[in-house]
Antibody, heavy 119, light 107 residues
Framework: EVQLVESGGGLVQPGRSLKLSCAASGFTFSNYYMAWVRQAPKKGLEWVAT????????YYPDSVKGRFTISRDNAKSSLYLQMNSLKSEDTATYYCARHTMGPYYFDYWGQGVMVTVSS | NIVMTQSPKSMSISVGDRVTMNCKASQNVYNNIAWYQQKPGQSPKLLIY???NRYNGVPDRFTGSGYGTDFTLTINSVQAEDAAFYYC?????????FGSGTKLEIK
């Protein structure tokens, strides 16, 4: 059974950093592109980052480019999101999601972890 | 950057009715569209990929169509459990932009 379990969320002050983790199981992690998607309270979904199978290619929307870094450790079947210079508008539930083999649709999602940016 | 525009923002439908919701891309995305369903308090679930392919286990009352810039998700004979938000997403090429969603309420 595919499982994606996020951790590392919490309350953080504006301008500070936070690192999210996603532990994957039930599939060969190294074969899949992975992603982070966020959802601000009462808002829609926003794609945040994608990483290729080896980690050599990463993709970001303009809203987080230069502040967020996605990475992975295939030996540990883990995905990460380093978030720097956090702003109040980064407050959201962050989901780890599995792309299909290639940068295609998301077929599995984690349960999400909440990040609150506030002083 | 590509923009995905969904309409309507919300709709209220009776059980057994047919519902159609739309997703318009600001540029040609061919058939590179997915549709997701999100119920309150839950993670999104994949419904349709490559515009018209139903994902594993998705009831056949859900149908996707379209190509290029205009896409449609149709639910035939809506059930009470279909009350949710529905999102389209551009796939295959970055940015993997989502639409703003359509809220489906059941009367």
């Amino acid at each position: 059974e595919v499982q994606l379990v996020e951790s590392g969320g919490g309350l953080v002050q504006p301008g500070r950093s936070l690192k999210l983790s996603c532990a994957a199981s039930g599939f060969t992690f190294s074969n899949y592109y992975m992603a982070w998607v966020r959802q601000a309270p009462k808002k829609g979904l926003e794609w945040v980052a994608t990483i290729s199978t080896s980690g050599s290619r990463t993709y970001y929307p303009d809203s987080v480019k230069g502040r967020f870094t996605i990475s992975r450790d295939n030996a540990k079947s883990s995905l990460y999101l380093q978030m720097n210079s956090l702003k109040s508008e980064d407050t959201a539930t962050y989901y780890c999601a599995r792309h299909t083999m290639g940068p295609y649709y998301f077929d599995y999602w984690g349960q999400g972890v909440m990040v609150t940016v506030s002083s | 950057n590509i923009v995905m525009t969904q309409s309507p923002k919300s709709m209220s439908i009776s059980v057994g009715d047919r519902v159609t919701m739309n997703c318009k891309a600001s540029q040609n995305v061919y058939n590179n569209i997915a549709w997701y369903q999100q119920k309150p308090g839950q993670s999104p679930k994949l419904l349709i990929y490559y515009a018209s392919n139903r994902y594993n286990g998705v009831p056949d009352r859900f149908t996707g169509s379209g190509y290029g810039t205009d896409f449609t998700l149709t639910i035939n004979s809506v059930q009470a459990e279909d009350a949710a938000f529905y999102y389209c997403q551009r796939i295959y090429n970055s940015p993997f932009t989502f639409g703003s969603g359509t809220k489906l309420e059941i009367k």
